[in-house]
């Protein structure tokens, strides 16, 4: 074995051991710090860029829920004005049908029908109030409510509107309907029938139309959480596995300075030749 003071191999070779574990120990606290085996590009880049796209995906998908939310809750406010409407209907066809005797006093009669036109006009209170973020989906010429429904914004739902006002599509009494004899109150009778067959085939569309939009909800939330475990599996470290090698590798770099001292004292033996 050859000696010299100028040149060490040993320690070289010792630093160098030393380097290696003191960057595979940077880089276990990196992952313990982080919960990332792949925090940037430079850990992995195919995986980082994979893990991008997906996250990118997820962000879509949170902008898919609102807009779903948004919807449902529209929907909702149709869905309780469309009730209270049916629900209208259903008193004035009992003041109307009451008008129909026509053995009524005439004091009896106005009574009636006074009741009659202030149930009748609380359809168009409900009718016009019934907003929610700007979307009417009941009142006349109401919106069609639309949400979007994958990551990109290129799919959608659209749940057409129902026009509940008076004398609209839905329903046939209009705001001069009255029921001040026996012959308009017979009237308004068949009137409010078709009305309340109407109002109850639209709730029935708005109701298909937000379990739908309740359906594709559940969908996108559950999408959302597979696609987030999948970027979990490829990016996120195993802190227990992490932790063995911290533990490791800080007893491997107690060894390497050792070897490095050890390493660095051999030109010394040199002198005991010239003893």
């Known amino acids: 074995m050859a000696f010299s003071v100028n040149t060490n191999a040993g320690a070289f070779l010792a630093l160098q051991n030393l380097n290696s574990t003191s960057n595979s120990l940077k880089t276990v606290q990196s992952r313990i710090n982080t919960g990332l085996k792949v925090a940037s590009a430079k850990d992995n880049a195919a995986v ?77 209170s409900i009718v016009s109030n019934a907003d929610f973020n700007g979307t009417n989906v009941v009142k006349s010429g109401g919106s069609n409510v639309t949400a979007i429904t994958n990551a990109n914004g290129s799919n959608s739902i659209s749940i057409s509107a129902q026009d509940l006002s008076l004398g609209g599509g839905n329903v046939t009494i209009t705001a001069t309907t009255q029921i001040s004899t026996a012959t308009t109150a017979a009237a308004a009778v068949t009137a409010i029938d078709a009305s309340i067959a109407k109002v109850n085939t639209a709730l029935s569309a708005l109701g298909s139309g937000s379990k739908r939009v309740d359906l594709q909800k559940t969908f996108v939330n559950k999408l959302s959480d597979s696609i987030q475990v999948g970027i979990g599996n490829l990016v996120d470290a195993d802190l227990a596995k992490e932790s063995a090698n911290l533990q490791s590798l800080q007893v491997k770099q107690q060894l390497g300075l050792q070897a490095l001292s050890i390493a660095n004292q051999a030109p010394s033996t040199v002198l005991g030749l010239f003893r």
Request: proline fraction near 0%; hydrophobic fraction near 40%; avoid cysteine.
């Open 48 to 124: 980082y860029s994979i893990a991008q796209k997906l996250r990118g995906d997820v962000s879509g998908l949170t902008a898919v829920k609102s807009s779903l939310d948004r919807a449902s809750s529209t929907l909702d406010v149709g869905i309780a004005a469309g009730e209270a409407v049916s629900d209208l209907l259903i008193q004035l066809k009992e003041k109307a049908v009451a008008a129909k005797d026509t053995g009524l006093d005439t004091a009896s009669r106005s009574a009636l029908n006074d009741d009659f036109k202030q149930l009748r006009d609380q359809i168009t």
